[in-house]
């Protein structure tokens, strides 16, 4: 195939001695697909903001990588959230379904990491009690169980989406959440240490086992992981 380097310096060699010649070799080269022209940018959504009323907040490149199987890469034109279990109306969401579907809410919140570290966001998303509500969950729903792509998970009562205004983020200082944040969404579990925060959200399960235990609660973690806790049991 041409390159664009040695295409332009072709061009400019028979533009000096023969025009019509050049037009005739363009239409050539576009038709059987040997042309590499250069590919314009991909404009992603949004510009990430540093700071938000005048709150300072960290980067979306602040994050350190500590997931159980590194970033996960979505396919969104192939993505479903499921919300399952003990339910009325099991739901099954594409990706546009979900944020052009519920009312969007903002905050910012900062994410402790057991690790050491924290980030201070500005999230975007819509509140989980709203998909709560719309898959009906049945009176022996005590459980809200979240699954992600790599087979993470994690479990909350089902009051602490009911008592607190807690989002499921598809962005995060205005821009939409990189694949190494969680694309598509992440949970914004205020008020709990970073490894309550589910990257990658594929179901939503509603369950009446209270013992369940997440990835990390199942290896020595708090069950609540409440941040004026420790973090161990």
Request: glycine share 6%; net charge negative; charged share 20%.
């Amino acid at each position: 195939m041409f390159s664009y380097v040695y295409f332009n310096f072709l061009i400019s060699y028979q533009a000096m001695k023969n025009p019509a010649l050049v037009s005739l070799l363009i239409l050539l080269l576009l038709a059987a697909g040997c042309l590499l022209l250069p590919q314009s940018p991909v404009a992603l959504q949004g510009v990430e903001v540093n700071n938000y009323t005048g709150q300072k907040l960290s980067s979306v490149n602040d994050f350190q990588e500590n997931s159980i199987k590194g970033p996960q890469y979505i396919d969104e034109a192939t993505y479903r959230l499921k919300i399952d279990g003990l339910v009325d109306n099991p739901k099954e969401y594409t990706y546009s379904q979900v944020i052009n579907g519920h009312q969007p809410y903002s905050k910012v919140v900062t994410l402790n990491c057991v690790e050491g570290w924290s980030v201070t966001i500005l999230w975007e998303g819509v509140l989980v009690r709203d998909l709560l509500k719309e898959a009906g969950p049945k009176p022996d729903a005590k459980t809200v169980i979240f699954h992600a792509y790599d087979g993470y998970s994690s479990e909350f009562p089902i009051s602490y989406f009911y008592d607190n205004d807690i989002l499921m983020a598809y962005r995060m200082n205005n821009v939409t959440i990189p694949a190494e944040r969680g694309f598509p969404f992440m949970l914004v579990a205020e008020d709990k240490w970073g490894y309550k925060w589910v990257k990658w959200i594929t179901e939503i399960e509603l369950s009446n086992d209270t013992n369940y235990e997440g990835y990390w609660e199942s290896r020595g973690y708090s069950d609540s992981g409440d941040l004026n806790q420790s973090f161990v049991k």
